[in-house]
T-cell receptor, first 114, second 114 residues
Framework: GAVVSQHPSRVICKSGTSVKIECRSLDFQATTMFWYRQFPKQSLMLMATSNEGSKATYEQGVEKDKFLINHASLTLSTLTVTSAHPEDSSFYIC??????????FGPGTRLTVL | QKEVEQNSGPLSVPEGAIASLNCTYS??????FFWYRQYSGKSPELIMS????GDKEDGRFTAQLNKASQYVSLLIRDSQPSDSATYLC??????????????FGKGTSLLVTP
């Protein structure tokens, strides 16, 4: 149980375009999901907390107008990177919160912006 | 600022030995504690959760929690080369099921040598 999927697993796009990443909890309902970014050989960086039916809470330094988060249902959260630039190239990972604050991670999306 | 501290390593152990990974945390009100394993280029995977003082065993893994000392550890018995990864300690905040993100340590890199 407690499976989280992410789609796509890998995406390459041109600078200036927008990219949407989907995060789904497949076998449980998640009121809260989280979005992380990880650069090579660095730690996980929490970008935002996504709560179903309400606005996301962004960490300091994360541009909410650039990283749009929508949590429209208890099983789906989406992250849209708007007007992507090469510096946005990174590994984006979502997680869904389960019992006793357990976080179950998706497999991640590797974004490359050319 | 809630902090979770881990030795970054690398911790090198020979195959078949016991690997001991340690973590300290600053929030005395924390109630849930987790160990995640992250292979290079992959997302974190939940190994163990522990909520009460003492030991919790699952196969070759044992998590140990000491709330008085604000210390949590992970023992890996009969270490295998496939255990080589970064191990992340994560701790929740004061309110369980509050939707608050876990606080992650920066991880300890484990290398099991054949």
């Amino acid at each position: 149980g407690a499976v989280v999927s992410q789609h796509p697993s890998r995406v390459i796009c041109k600078s200036g375009t927008s990219v949407k990443i989907e995060c789904r909890s497949l076998d449980f309902q998640a009121t809260t999901m989280f979005w992380y970014r990880q650069f090579p050989k660095q730690s996980l960086m929490l970008m935002a907390t996504s709560n179903e039916g309400s606005k996301a809470t962004y960490e300091q330094g994360v541009e909410k107008d650039k990283f749009l988060i929508n949590h429209a249902s208890l099983t789906l959260s989406t992250l849209t990177v708007t007007s992507a630039h090469p510096e946005d190239s990174s590994f984006y990972i979502c997680s869904a919160q389960g019992h006793m604050d357990t976080q179950y991670f998706g497999p991640g999306t590797r974004l490359t912006v050319l | 600022q809630k902090e979770v501290e881990q030795n970054s390593g690398p911790l090198s152990v020979p195959e078949g030995a016991i690997a001991s990974l340690n973590c300290t945390y600053s929030d005395r009100g924390s109630q849930s504690f987790f160990w995640y394993r992250q292979y290079s280029g992959k997302s974190p995977e939940l190994i163990m959760s522990i909520y009460s003082n003492g030991d919790k065993e699952d196969g070759r893994f044992t998590a140990q929690l000491n709330k008085a000392s604000q210390y949590v550890s992970l023992l890996i018995r009969d270490s295998q080369p496939s255990d080589s990864a970064t191990y992340l300690c994560a701790v929740n905040g004061r309110d369980s099921n509050s939707g608050y993100a876990l606080n992650f340590g920066k991880g300890t890199s484990l290398l099991v040598t054949p």
